[in-house]
């Protein structure tokens, strides 16, 4: 089956600074990667996806970027704010089966 | 719009009893539904697909005669933790894919998730 890994698995950065997480995954047939912000004891909520026939997206502050070649896509966030201190995931899924792999998830804390 | 929801919050309950979770999409209709176990720290876990008509599909290593799903209605699937134990305590969360024409494909919508402690 699918396996995504993420790095890295916390991430400090001062407040105005860029963080980049990056992630890998094994089945060439995923076809959409989402990522995912979640705060403690709650949902995880999407921030931004990226489907297969797309390299690079973005919204606002936040980027990502997929190479289907490396099989790899990583999350961008620019001007970090302190509100966007969460744990994010990255997932992908083919799309027949919809089902979302996740990877273990990035601690980011936006220091002052 | 693509609001899911869930039902308790919160259970604490005693080791060898059964605990049933609820989740309703609000406004969608959902043939598929997913069901999560997030232990502390810890990532989102797949656990079972589950299908409006028909038997749910469970992960390599999740016992199905253990968590019971049932998915009877286009917006309502629940999960029966039966005879729970301490170990079974963690943050269930559930999802669902909307699809309808308007719906994005792949896309799926979480409920707040279900936190459960077995004494």
């Known amino acids: 089956g699918e396996n995504v890994e993420q790095h890295p698995s916390t991430l400090s950065v001062q407040e105005g600074d860029s963080a980049v997480i990056k992630c890998t995954y094994s089945d060439s047939a995923s076809n959409y990667f989402p990522w995912y912000k979640q705060e403690l004891g709650k949902r995880p909520q999407l921030i931004i996806d990226?489907?297969?026939?797309?390299g690079e997206k973005k919204d606002q502050r936040i980027a990502v970027t997929l190479n289907k070649t490396a099989k790899h896509f990583s999350l961008h966030i620019t001007e970090t704010q302190p509100e966007d201190s969460a744990v994010y995931f990255c997932?992908?899924?083919?799309?027949?089966?919809?089902?979302?792999?996740f990877g273990t998830g990035t601690r980011l804390q936006v220091t002052l | 719009g693509a609001v899911v929801s869930q039902h308790p919050s919160w259970v604490i309950c005693k080791s060898g009893t059964s605990v049933k979770i609820e989740c309703r999409s609000l406004d969608f209709q959902a043939t598929t539904m997913f069901w999560y176990r997030q232990f502390p720290k810890q990532s989102l876990m797949l656990m079972a697909t589950s299908n409006e008509g028909s038997k749910a599909t469970y992960e390599q290593g999740v016992e199905k005669d253990k968590f019971l799903i049932n998915h009877a209605s286009l917006t309502l699937s629940t999960l029966t933790v039966t005879s729970a134990h301490p170990e079974d305590s963690s943050f269930y969360i559930c999802?669902?894919?909307?699809?309808?024409?308007?719906?994005?494909?792949?896309?799926?919508?979480f409920g707040p998730g279900t936190r459960l402690t077995v004494l």
């Open positions: 999802s669902a894919r909307d699809h309808s024409p308007t719906g994005r494909l792949n896309e799926q919508f």
């Open positions: 990226i489907r297969s026939n797309v």
């Open positions: 997932a992908s899924s083919t799309g027949t089966a919809s089902k979302l792999t």
